[in-house]
Every structure is written in structure tokens, then in C-alpha cells.
């Protein structure tokens, strides 16, 4: 089992100053590289202070100069926002200046806030299409000479320019949640990732069951590696445990509220919710997020995660964006580090 950092830029109000957030971004990718971690994923994401990310390589680059080991993975680039080529060539440019650190995770993206901005008029099916359309035109373009006559993106015979410094190319990871999404990450030789959203260790296997249904498929494809990515909180007390998941239900209903897209956004935040409106949310609660989620103690933490290792995944994504301070996240963390990783050296 292998662990990751996975976190944002997080604004959630006027008064925090973007400058501050960024260092205290850097900081925490440190903190990982310094405590053996195996990877940093950021995404990509537009006009949302919810998370600050426009383009995933620029972070990734800067983050290379302040960390020595880890591996660098967007998490996720949205395929309907690049062109082959571009993408291509951009991400072999990060690969060169990293020294061969990247892993390159693509999705289809999931906010209709996005979509309408970038994209107008796009629905989700379309944008699942341009990402099976996307993938193999980048890794031809990383091999060379490779022409397209697609549905979305026609060009003559184009190689990357550069090409990356890994042979073959960054490994390539998907995100996927159906049985088609999985199929379709095995059958290209691309890693996947799975995010389980509010339905708990139940979901956690029957993603994971997806992936090896997949892989049966394809008995002759070298079976790609898994990663589980999970909002994860070590607390120093049973009380702390309390105190993070109701934060962390607080940041889930926000999730909620800019998922649906129903909410007045001015200068890049949504609306305040009241704490009625959090309190009445049909799903979403501390005890959920409790029971969801990892939030616990370190011996709760690592017993939890030993179950995801039995089930097979290979990487486990600490999700650290959670609306908490900068010293709450820091000090999450650096429990995970010397508390939690030292029981699957």
C-alpha cells in the first residue's frame, strides 16, 4: 500500500488571501515529501474558490521545486477542456522539467458550473465520450506521427512536442465509477482512481469489484494498479473526532451545493449556507461522515485502511480538502505520517 497527498487551494471566504493559501499549499506538499509519502495530486478546476486550481502542471511544476521524491499527479486534468495536442505536449514539457516525476489522471469532469462556462451546452455523456476520444490520442502522440480523424478533435500526422521523459510516456490514470469507465481504463493500459462519494465501505468494494470485473475482461492486459482517494482526518481524542466530522459535513453540504449548481456565486464563492440548511441536508451528516469517511483516532485510522489494502488497492489518497484551518489539516497529516504509514512499512 502506498500513500498520497491530495488537496487544493481552498477559499472559502473573502478575507482569506489567495497568496497565503497557495504557501500553506506548498507546506503541506513538503510535509508529505519530508514523511515518505509516495505522490501529490492537485486537479483542475475553473472559476471555483472552492478549489483553486486552473491548470494542475503549473502547481505540479512548482511543487517539484520544493519537494525531492514524490511523484507529481494531476488529479484530475478535465478532458473536455484540452486538445490532444495540447495536453500532450504540455504534460511531456511538466515530465521534462520534473525529472520524470508525473503521473498524468484525466476525468471527464463533474460540475455543471464548469461545463457551462468552458464548454456551453456540454452534458456529462459527451464529456465521458471526449475523454475515451482524448487518451488515445495522447499516448500516440507520445509514440509519434500519429494522425486523428475523430469526433471531437481532427489533425494530420503530429508528434508531441516534446515528447516526456518517461518511456511510454507518465502513467495515465482514470477516474472512473461505472463498469464502462473501468473497462475502458484497462483496455487502454491506464491506472484507475475511485473517489466513493456518500455510501461508505460499501461502495468502497463494489469499486473496487468494478475494477477486477474489468480486468477479467482483459485477461491479456497487464492488470494497471488502483487508487482509493478518501477525505481522511487522524485525531489526537474521541472528541476531535467529533469536532472533524461535523466539519467535514459542513465542507460536504458546500460539495453538495456546488455539484447542483442552484446557488448564487459571487466573485467565485457560493452563497453562505445557514446552519439550518447544513442541519436539514437529506443525507449528509456528522455521523455519516463518521461512518463514511476515515475520521478517527490512529489505531481507528489504520484499521480502517487495512481493509482497503485487503481488498486490493494499491494507493490510498489522503484527501485533505476539508474547509478546516491550515493547523487542523497540518496536524492531521503529520499524525498520518508518523502515527499511520509506519503500520504498512
Request: net charge negative; aromatic share 12%; with cysteine.
Amino acid at each position: 500500500m502506498k500513500f498520497s497527498l491530495f488537496a487544493h487551494m481552498e477559499r472559502i471566504s473573502p478575507g482569506q488571501d489567495q497568496k497565503q493559501l497557495y504557501d500553506e499549499f506548498i507546506e503541506l506538499c513538503k510535509i508529505a515529501d519530508r514523511g515518505g509519502m509516495h505522490a501529490i495530486w492537485t486537479g483542475e478546476h475553473h472559476g471555483m474558490n472552492f478549489t483553486i486550481s486552473p491548470n494542475p502542471f503549473l502547481n505540479l511544476v512548482d511543487v517539484a521545486r520544493h519537494t525531492e521524491n514524490v511523484r507529481l499527479g494531476t488529479g484530475t486534468v478535465i478532458a473536455p477542456f484540452w486538445h490532444p495536442i495540447r495536453l500532450a505536449g504540455e504534460a511531456a514539457l511538466t515530465d521534462i522539467i520534473t525529472d520524470g516525476r508525473l503521473d498524468l489522471g484525466i476525468a471527464r469532469g463533474a460540475y455543471s458550473f464548469e461545463y457551462e462556462r468552458m464548454m456551453p451546452g456540454m452534458e456529462a455523456w459527451e464529456a465521458g465520450q471526449r475523454m475515451r476520444e482524448l487518451i488515445p490520442a495522447v499516448q500516440g502522440l507520445w509514440q509519434g506521427d500519429y494522425a486523428q480523424e475523430g469526433e471531437f478533435h481532427s489533425f494530420p500526422k503530429t508528434t508531441s512536442a516534446p515528447k516526456p521523459v518517461q518511456q511510454d510516456g507518465p502513467p495515465i490514470w482514470v477516474a472512473a465509477r461505472d463498469p464502462n469507465s473501468h473497462e475502458f481504463a484497462v483496455a487502454n493500459h491506464c491506472n484507475v482512481q475511485v473517489t466513493p462519494l456518500w455510501q461508505g465501505d460499501g461502495e468502497i468494494s463494489s469499486l473496487m469489484q468494478r475494477f477486477n470485473d474489468a480486468c477479467a475482461k482483459h485477461p491479456d492486459t497487464p492488470r494497471p494498479k488502483i487508487m482509493l482517494l478518501l477525505h481522511t482526518y487522524v485525531a489526537d481524542s474521541a472528541e476531535d473526532v467529533k469536532l472533524a466530522a461535523a466539519e467535514l459535513n459542513r465542507f460536504y453540504c458546500y460539495f453538495g451545493a456546488w455539484f447542483k449548481n442552484e446557488r448564487a456565486v459571487d466573485q467565485g464563492l457560493i452563497a453562505p449556507l445557514s446552519d439550518e440548511e447544513i442541519a436539514a441536508h437529506p443525507f449528509y451528516s456528522p455521523d455519516a461522515m463518521e461512518r463514511d469517511l476515515v475520521i478517527a483516532e490512529p489505531a481507528g485510522v489504520i484499521d480502517r485502511i487495512k481493509t482497503y489494502e485487503a481488498l486490493g488497492y494499491d494507493e490510498y489518497s489522503f484527501w485533505i480538502d476539508s474547509s478546516m484551518s491550515f493547523e487542523r489539516k497540518k496536524a492531521s497529516l503529520e499524525r498520518f505520517i508518523h502515527e499511520v504509514m509506519p503500520a504498512f512499512a
